[in-house]
């Protein structure tokens, strides 16, 4: 969907969508759940990613009843009976990998396709395993379609912490499943550690046990059970950071950005938003659930993005529009996301008048007082480049043309919507 956007001035009350994180998590521990007695997952919302999520624990014997913004789940048990083979996981990496390894807690032979960048997306350090313990894999040139025939054994396993927290998680969501106990020892620097925090927190909640050695490896007692439970998901963080850029660079010093469903003691890492523009100058009023952001005169800064990559990019929006130079370290994980979002963001801010540069896996950003905009940009099919874009065209002079717009389906598929509620203007060039 190729559409115009006007340059505008966003303003009012936001109601930040459910935490993605959480909610794959949530599906994916009721899902599992011993039988009989029902799961209910409620602030649920059906993005792309969260639909393919949902769909696959159906396929493996889940029984699930979709409201409009809920679920009820009755779990299978912990064992995976696939009633089909093949598992479309569309773009999504958090849904392949978490699943991956659950799906061969059983005996089984699973077929995992995906679309776009998915197809491409790292998956070594499971081959790697699956190497070692002789389960059959097959993919060509290392990329989707991958078939695996097999079963996970009890037993030592270990992981690189810097490639992506998501094999952690898989395999936090499956040891527990296995006949035996399991170590699993992380390899070197643990990024995106907050995303482990909310995975044994749901765990937790599901009444699974781990025990956590301070990051560096966790203890996996086999032969546990998933029990059902009720569970409401927060807002969030990811999604809230661009409403919270929108408040910021608004160039009206009058206006209010209040965003709804944030909670102040959130285990997200992308929490991170809020002392990260904080430190940049940001007036922002914090409750127990929710934020008010005022417009603010901010200063560029460092900022170290490994802990929180999804919002690299719409930082580098504020960064292009606040005073002197900010640098965003440390960013090699966001160039294995669904686009290299190193290089597109900032070929994309800078045909709208932006001054960002890489160096080896940092942008270098310096700040201008606005965008000139005028010409068509492209958000490289990613969601967040998409909503980076949008946030950035309020402060552009002349409108722009946002390629690929309908990108923001696979997390935020109402976002357009609250775009226009908060005051965006867009037409439809092209469906
Ligand atoms: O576990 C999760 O829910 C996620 C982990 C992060 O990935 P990495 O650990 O690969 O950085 C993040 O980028 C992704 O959007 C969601
Ligand atoms: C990278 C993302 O998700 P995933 O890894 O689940 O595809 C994201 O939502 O920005």
Redesign the pocket.
Known sequence: MKIKIKPSILNGTIEIPPSK?YS?RAVIAAALAEGGKKSKIDNLKFSVDITTTTDIMENWGAKINREESSLEIIGNGGKVVPKDKYMQCNES??TIRFLIPVGITSENELIFDGKGKLVDRPLDSYYRIFSEQGIFYKNENGKLPLTVNGKLKAGNYEIDGNI???FI?GLLYALPLLDGDSKLTINKNL??KG?ID?TLEILKLAGIEIVNNDYKSFDIKGNQIYRPFDYTVEGDYSQVAFWIVAGIISANKDNEVKCLHVNKNSLQGDREIIEIVQRMGAKLEISDDYVIVKPSKTKGTVIDISQC??IGPILTVLGALSEGETRIINGE?LRI?ESDRITSIKTELNKLGANVSEEGDSLIIKGVDRFNGGVTVSAWNDHRIAMSLAIASTRCEKEIILEEAESVRKSYPHFWDDFVKMGGEIEVIEK
């Open positions: 994180s794959h990496g958090s992506s927290s998501q998680t990024e995106s995303y909310l990559p999804d994980r996301k």
